[in-house]
Structure formats: C-alpha cells, structure tokens
C-alpha cells in the first residue's frame, strides 16, 4: 500500500493504494469515481481518459502515483469545474453532446468529451480534421461519430456567438440554399475566428 | 365528488386472432403464427399533426449520461461485495492437467474458488475456474497462484481442418452440418445453362466480434435470504432476472433485474450467461454480492461473434439484365454454434435458384446474433456476385439492381441514393476504372431487408399523479437506442405536454411486461404498449373529468394549451385537471397492438471510396443511405442509429475479422490494438436519410438493415475504383494489391 495525495476535481483527496495501481485503478475502485470507464485496460479504447493538468491522459496507462501534484479532471467534475469558473450549467461540450445525439449507449462518452474538452482548451476553434484527429483516440461503437463531430463544432459555434453550420440530421428540414448559407457564414466567422487567435492563447487556460 | 376506482383493466379475454409474422427470438428471424387480441385497432395521429414525435428530440438520459452520473453495470458497487475473475481455456481443446486449489485459496482475500471445468476443455476461452476475493487485485492473484496446466488435444479452428477426412470431432456428431436446402436445383441449373450471362465466384467473410464498449458481466446482490437484485449488462432484464432466480434457488418473483445502462450489445447480450450464472452460484454460496465483468480480452473469445461465411454462389441473367438463375453452395462458420446465413438470393428476384448451406464446426465459441444475424453475409454474395454480372454482361450496375429488386421499394431507394452519391457524374458505370492514378475513385451499392415486428406479449403501464405529472413504465431496456426517450415522447404528445413532463421508468424486471431487444423488436414492440396505455389512460382521465363537470366523456381533448371540451369556453390547466384525482392518481395498462406497428424496413445504401493501387490504400469518402423507418418516434435517434450500423459495416469491410493462429491455438487479435473498429479518422461523409415515401403509419426497428449493405457497397466500389475484385473481407491493403496482381 502506498498513500496517495490526488487533487481530482478540485478536491484534494488521500486515500491509499498499492504501489503499482493506475489512475483508472484508483478512481474507480478507491474513490468511486465510476464515470472514467474501463474498456480496455490496455490503452487501446479511450474510454478511461481524463484531463491531468488540462491536457488529455489515459487514465489505465497513467501510475495513480504520478499523477500526484497534478490537477486531475474526471467527467463528474466538468460540469462543477465549468460553474466554479463563473460558467452557467454544464460544460459546453457536454450540453453540445446532449443536444446532438452524439450519444447511444453512452460508454464512450465520458473519455471523449474530456478528449473533446482537451481539444478545446489549446484550440478554441478546430476544424473538422482538428476535431477528428483529436477524437481518433477514443473507439465508439454505437454512434458512426459523426454526430459526435457536429457536437464538438457545435460547442465551438456557440462559444464563437455564431450560427453552427447545419448538422447532417437537419437539413433535410432545412431549404438547400438556405443550408448552403448558414453553413457558409458558419465557415467565414470559424475563420476569422482562427485568425485573431492564431498564435494567441486558448480561449481556456 | 364521487370518484370511481382508477385503474382500467385490461378486458378480460377479449377473442383473439391468429396473424402469420416474423419474430425475432434473441436477435433471430423465425417465421412464426402467433395470436393477437381483436381489439379496436389503436392509430398514431397523422404524421402532419405531430408535435413531438417524428422531430428531434434530445434524449432525456442525456443529462445522466454527459455527467457521467449513468450507472452501468460494471459501476455497481454494493456493501460487501466480493469481485470475481475467470479462469479462461488458453487452447481450442485441452485436458485440463492441473489446478492447484490449495493454493489459490491459500492466497490473501481470496474467499471462493469454483471449478467449472475439471477435464477437457473443447474451446478456445472456455471457462475453466472462477476465483473470487474480497479486491479484483487478490481475485487475479488467486487466477495465477491456480497455476493451471494444459495438455493441448487435436483441435480444428479453421474451415480446411474440420471438414478435412479424420479430423478431430467438435463434441458429438460430424464437425459438417446436414444441408439446408431450397429452392429447384435441377430447375435452377437449367436456367444457369440457358442465360445470357453466367459468372460464378467464391465469397468469404470472416467472424466479426460485437465488439460493444462495455464488456458483459453482473453483479449478483445476494446476501442471504429470499430476496436478491441482479444487475446485468443485458438485452433482456426479465430474462436474466428469471434465469439468475433459477441459479439462486429463490422464487422468481423475488428476483429483480436491473439494467439501467448498458454499454452496448448488438445481440451478444440475451441470457445470464456462463459469468452470469458462475456470479450466482459464488452468491449463493457465500451469501455475498458479487461482481463479475470480462475483461477485454475474455470478450472477445466467449462472448460471442457473427459467424464468418464461404459462399460459391453462381448466377445467369438474359440480356437485358434480369436474374434467370442462381446456385449457392454455403459453409457457415459458427464454431460450437451453427452459425447464420440469410437465402440467396438475398433481397433480389431470380427466375429459379437453389442453395444448399451446411455449417462446419469448430473449437471455439459459438456465434450469437449479431445486428441483423445472416444477413451482411448474404448481402456480400449476393450484391458482389451481381456486380460481378452487370460487368459482364456490359450493364449499368444501379440498372441491374433496379431491374432484380424483390419490392418496389428498393427502386425509388436505389434512384434516390444514385442522385446523391453522384451516379450519373460517375465514369465507370457499366466497366469499373483502371488502376492506373494515385487515387483512384469507386462506387458501390447495396440493398438490404429486415423483418422488425414486435412482441405481442409487451405491455407498458401509464400514470398520471395527482400533481400532474407522468410516469410511463415498461421493463423493457434502453440499449442506447432511445427507449426511454420515445417513451416520455409518446405520452407528451398524447396529453399535449413537454417531454420533460414524463418520466419513463424502464429496465426494471418487475414493471409490465417487457421484450428481449434484439433484432431491432425493441421499438414495435414497446411503443404500441405505451401507445396504448396513454389512450387508455386518456380515456379514463376524459371518464373521470366528465364526472367531475358534468361533461360528456367524448369531448374532452387534451392539447399543449391544457384540457378542453367541446361544450366548454374555458380550458382547464393540465396541472388543475390532473388535481381532481383521487391521492393515489390514475394508471392505466397497455397491451402491444399490430396495428401500431409496422414491418419490413428496407434500405438502399452507396459508398464512394478512393484506392491508391500503389500502396492498396482504401479510404471511403462518402456513404449514403436511405431507408424506410415507418413513423420515426426521434429522427435524431433514427438517424443515429442508421450512422452506426453504416461503421459497423465500414469496419466489416475494411478492417474486421478474427485472426486465428490454427497451429498455436490462439486468437491473434483479442484486444481492441489489433481488432480495429473504425475510429474518428475512417469516418467518411454521411448522408442519412429518412425515406419519408414510406407513409406506413406504424412504428418499426430501425436497427439492422443499416449494418448489412455497408460492407458489400463498400467491397464494389473498390472493385470500381481500379478493378481489384476482393473476395474476402475485410479488404485489407495486401488483398487489393493481389487482387491488382502487384504482388504474388
Ligand atoms: S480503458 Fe484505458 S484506453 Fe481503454
Ligand atoms: S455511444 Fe456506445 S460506444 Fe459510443
């Protein structure tokens, strides 16, 4: 057994764990933080992924020991995280995956908002190829990702103040032209976006 | 004011009549007669007046799920528990030489050991023994300190092995199966002879794995006594709790099943399972809870998988395209199991054909269903085979498929998908391209069909409280899918609330009767029961107002602005109405009703895919599908669901299949490293449409037919790409380069 000290969520916590334990190990069957999910236990699937100091880590390959010192961020405090920070209801990642459908099962979903999350913390305007690569870590079975995708520019529009660019599953409602514009106008403030920040700060520190 | 007993009962005995349909049992199409209650047939509104259902509708677990609050069954932790590990065979066959009991049990926390194989094991990732301690770190120490021993026996895992004269027998009877046949052959052979066009080929599809994100398992809340509660990572809670109440030795009334969220099944997940029942056996002994999930690697091999299929399938057609004849020859690939593999010629008409299918068993686990059980293998055969005749036979291969279609259906789907893939733009209709460009592009389509259908026996049962709010129930589970959420959309639009205003209660052994989901039955079958139970309880809330006002029960109708009458100015809140029920409120039971449903659903999809004949490099661009739905409840959820059977067949295509070392005995891609699901870079664009020229007024699974034509398109448009003809999924970049004659 060895002591641990983790701040996980903004809480500082203590509790003890052999010495070989991972992150995932301890979040789970020591702290009881379930929503980090265990889908491979060898790195391959991303389900377990968690923020350590803001920045994306697989929480089965990470030794829970060195993670101390470091701010861990699990799905359960995302939503208390985003409020702390004078922020209104949940992330804007999670709200965006609510809305979109990006979500069946939902077993993958924790490991890829906090990829997503990660993503938009060093940049705050992704392409779709931005968003893909940064997701290609985390495996769904249910969804065809492509919602997933939407949510993630939704979240992106919506933090820019601009109209997101018609998802997939709606322009069949929505006039051709009409969707050729909004998509357009998503596209050109996206851009200008990219521009003021290029080279600038994340939108999140 | 007087008020009458709430409760409607269901009439007793109404006469009933018998329909001839297809069931899906555990995720498999039989043809069944079963009988129905001759009931005043209930209807959806018309779709123009929807205010709910058929639109987007955001689920109501979302906010549970992106929290991370959902509860899977592998999240369960209850007081006292216990976790448990398996002991799996590491060979397809092998007695087993030694276990060494004292000494697991020797180890610190370990509290049970059971043995659930003493001899022979006769395949691969067969349970042999079941250590349970008070960690899961002390349970695996207990699985080493067996130091199991294995002395392999002759074994066959593959095709050429089992069938091969003296092979060595898989449990009793031949290792090959008796042939299924239908169909003429003498007739069908004569018509082959007489066509136009003949083309015959060997297809071959491997074993594909479900591959669901949440492995299966269960925890057992058992602490002595009568009473327990099971949580099971399942499509079936009421079948699992019965099952595990057998295991226990308790009544089955006293048993609940829970599920409520599971990380994906695709028809692996039906019973209790070998973990489930090992769980309950350690339970009842101890009289402690267990916890038992797979590991990764113990899901791939005793999980289950779809059966891999070789087919030679011949065909003829005259020379305006139509199908004269067709000969298939078919092995099925279900390990332990007899695997599944849906009639040729699948989804298409021909003039006579005939097929004989066998089975060839093997020494590994045995298939289970998967989406759509049968139907991708078939649809390969069939759509390759089709292809492989429109070349031949110089015809334009959305032509060719227009022309053989089985249902009219599939003619306005193929026109449609053409327009939308850009057919007509396409330069290789009628011969596929040359490999002769860095990036060569492809188009391939194909066609699919499932029977859907619900179960007569679901039943859901609707409250409206006091207060005014809703609750709608039925044990049925929500695999992901969007039960739940169509559940409280149901009710909204029946009394004219926001979704928000219903809650739906569900995966729950103990609530009305539910379904086993699979074979999508999910939906038709629990939503005419909600369905049903909202117009029943409708009807007795209108009885009760009229009561209260003085009113007649026929006029009143609940809309968003509340509760009116015909005969009234004034409207009456929903909230004040819902106040004069008695404290304990209204409820109201529903019964499954044919009427609300509907069956068949078919679906046309294309895929656009590039090649790179220098390095055999195949990406898809874009992927197309339209199909029938009937009354979509949740477009949204619809429409995801269509994506995700769409990459699943993408994955069967290009990147799936159970790899086999048949000398060594072991699987080489048990892990998600080396077993490739496809991942957010594969992803091509997706257009996803509902086929809204479906006016069928009922609701239908949506589930299955997206996973079966993916992978046949995908495998065409390949071929029309460069001209690489890969018989064998998935189409891995060596196989295009044979398939180019660059390497020998
Ligand atoms: S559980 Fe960590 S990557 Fe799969
Ligand atoms: S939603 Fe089921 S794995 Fe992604």
Redesign the interface.
């Known amino acids: 057994m060895r002591p641990l000290r983790l701040t996980v969520n903004g809480d500082t916590l203590e509790t003890a764990a052999p010495a070989h334990w991972t992150l995932l190990e301890v979040l789970r069957y020591r702290l009881g933080l379930t929503g980090s999910k265990q889908g491979c236990d060898k790195g391959d699937c991303g389900a377990c992924t968690v923020l350590v100091d803001g920045r994306p880590q697989l929480a089965c390959l990470t030794l829970a020991a060195l993670a101390e010192g470091h701010a861990i961020t699990t799905i359960e405090g995302l939503m208390p995280l985003h409020v702390a920070a004078g922020g209104d209801g949940p992330d804007p990642v999670q709200g965006a995956f609510d809305r979109c459908g990006a979500l069946q099962c939902g077993f993958c979903q924790p490991g890829m908002m906090l990829s997503a999350r990660a993503l938009l913390n060093r940049n705050p305007c992704p392409t779709r190829g931005e968003i893909r690569e940064a997701l290609s870590g985390n495996l769904c079975r249910c969804t065809g990702y492509t919602q997933i995708f939407e949510a993630v520019e939704l979240a992106v529009a919506e933090s820019l103040g601009v109209a997101p660019a018609p998802r997939a599953w709606e322009e069949q409602r929505m006039k051709p032209a009409e969707a050729q514009e909004q998509a357009r106008r998503a596209a050109a403030a996206l851009a200008a976006a990219r521009e003021r920040n290029d080279g600038g700060p994340g939108a999140r520190s | 004011m007087k008020l009458e007993p709430r409760a409607v009962p269901l009439q007793d005995a109404p006469p009933k009549r018998k329909v001839k349909t297809t069931q899906v049992v555990n995720g498999i199409e039989t043809e069944v007669e079963i009988e129905v209650e001759d009931v005043p047939a209930g209807q959806w509104p018309p779709r123009a007046s929807l205010r709910v259902l058929n639109h987007?509708i955001?689920?109501v677990?979302?906010?549970v799920?992106?929290?991370?609050?959902?509860?899977?069954t592998?999240?369960v932790?209850v007081p006292g528990m216990v976790w448990a590990r398996l002991l799996l065979s590491p060979l397809p066959r092998a007695r087993v030489a030694a276990l060494d009991l004292e000494a697991a049990r020797a180890v610190p926390g370990v509290v049970h050991v059971l043995v659930v194989e003493r001899e022979e094991t006769g395949w691969l990732g067969q349970p042999v023994a079941v250590v349970a301690a008070e960690?899961?770190?002390a349970a695996g120490d207990g699985l080493r300190a067996l130091a199991a021993r294995f002395e392999p026996l002759p074994w066959v895992v593959d095709h050429a092995a089992a069938v091969r004269e003296g092979a060595p027998a898989v449990g009793r009877g031949a290792n090959v199966g008796r042939p299924e046949t239908d169909g003429d052959e003498a007739r069908a052979r004569a018509a082959l002879s007489a066509s136009a066009t003949r083309v015959r080929a060997t297809y071959t599809v491997p074993v594909q794995h479900?591959?669901?994100?949440?492995t299966h398992g269960v925890v057992v809340d058992y602490r002595g006594g009568e009473d327990a509660v099971v949580y099971c990572s399942t499509q079936y809670a009421q079948g699992f709790a019965a099952e595990a109440a057998k295991e226990l030795g308790l009544k089955a009334g006293n048993v609940r099943g829970v599920v409520e969220?599971?990380?994906?099944g695709?028809g692996s997940k039906f019973g209790l399972d070998a973990q489930g029942l090992y769980a309950c056996r350690i339970a009842k002994e101890l009289k402690r809870p267990v916890h038992l999930m797979l590991?990764?690697r113990a899901e791939f091999l005793m999980s289950g998988n779809r059966s891999g299929t070789s087919m030679t399938i011949e065909a003829g057609c005259d020379a305006q395209g139509s199908l004269t004849g067709l000969v298939a020859e078919a092995w099925k690939h279900g390990g332990l199991g007899r695997g599944s593999l849906s009639g040729l010629p699948y989804c298409y008409k021909a003039g006579a054909h005939f097929r004989d299918v066998r089975s060839v068993r093997m020494h590994l686990d045995a298939s289970r269903a998967m989406r759509a059980p049968g139907h991708p293998q078939a649809s390969f055969g069939m759509e390759s085979i089709l292809d492989e005749l429109a070349y031949a036979a110089g015809l334009d291969l959305v032509e060719i498929r227009r022309r053989n279609a089985a249902h009219p259906a599939w003619v306005r789907q193929l026109d449609r998908v053409a327009r939308e893939i850009g057919w007509d733009q396409h330069p290789h209709r009628t011969q596929p391209g040359k490999p002769d460009r860095e990036e060569c592009i492809g188009i391939g389509f194909g066609i699919s069909n499932w029977g859907s259908g619900g179960s007569s026996d679901c039943e859901a049962e609707v409250r409206i409280e006091k207060d005014g709010s809703v609750v709608v129930a039925c044990a049925a589970q929500d695999?992901?899918?969007?039960t739940r959420m169509y559940m409280a959309a149901i009710a909204a639009e029946e009394f004219g609330l926001p979704v928000a205003a219903v809650t739906a209660r569900l995966g729950d052994s103990r609530l009305p009767t539910g379904v086993a989901s699979g074979g999508s039955v999910t939906t038709p079958s629990v939503a005419p029961a909600v369905k049903d139970a909202c117009t029943r309880a409708r009807g007795a809330f209108a009885a009760h107002l009229a009561q209260v006002l003085g009113r007649s029960a026929e006029g009143f109708r609940f809309g968003p602005d509340g509760v009116r009458h015909d005969g009234m100015t004034e409207r009456l809140a929903w909230s004040k109405a819902c106040g004069t029920l008695p404290a304990e409120g209204l409820s109201a039971r529903g019964k499954w009703q044919e009427s609300l449903q509907t069956r068949g659903v078919r679906c046309t999809q294309a895929a656009q895919v590039a090649v790179d004949p220098g390095t055999g490099r195949v990406r898809v661009l874009h992927m197309v599908c339209l199909q029938e739905v009937g009354l979509a409840l949740n477009?949204?959820?619809v429409?995801?669901?269509?994506?995700?059977?769409?990459?699943?067949a993408l994955g069967y295509a290009l990147g799936e299949g159970r790899q086999l070392d048949s000398a060594l005995g072991l699987q080489l891609n048990a892990?998600?490293?080396e077993y490739k699901?496809?991942?957010?870079?594969e992803?091509p664009r997706?257009?996803?449409?509902?086929d809204d020229d479906d006016t069928r007024n009922g609701v239908a699974g949506v589930g299955e037919p997206p996973a079966i034509p993916g992978a046949s398109a995908i495998a065409n448009a390949v071929h029309n790409a460069c001209g690489a003809r890969v018989r064998e999924l998935p189409i891995t970049p060596d196989k295009v380069l044979l398939a180019l004659g660059k390497v020998v």
């Open positions: 987007d955001p689920r677990d979302g906010p799920k992106v929290s991370g609050a959902a509860r899977y592998h999240d932790r960690t899961l770190e479900h591959a669901s994100l949440e969220h599971m990380g994906g695709f590991d990764r695999l992901g899918t969007g477009r949204l959820a429409k995801s669901q269509i994506q995700g059977g769409m990459i699943q892990s998600f490293e699901i496809p991942h957010a870079l992803i997706m257009t996803t449409l509902i």
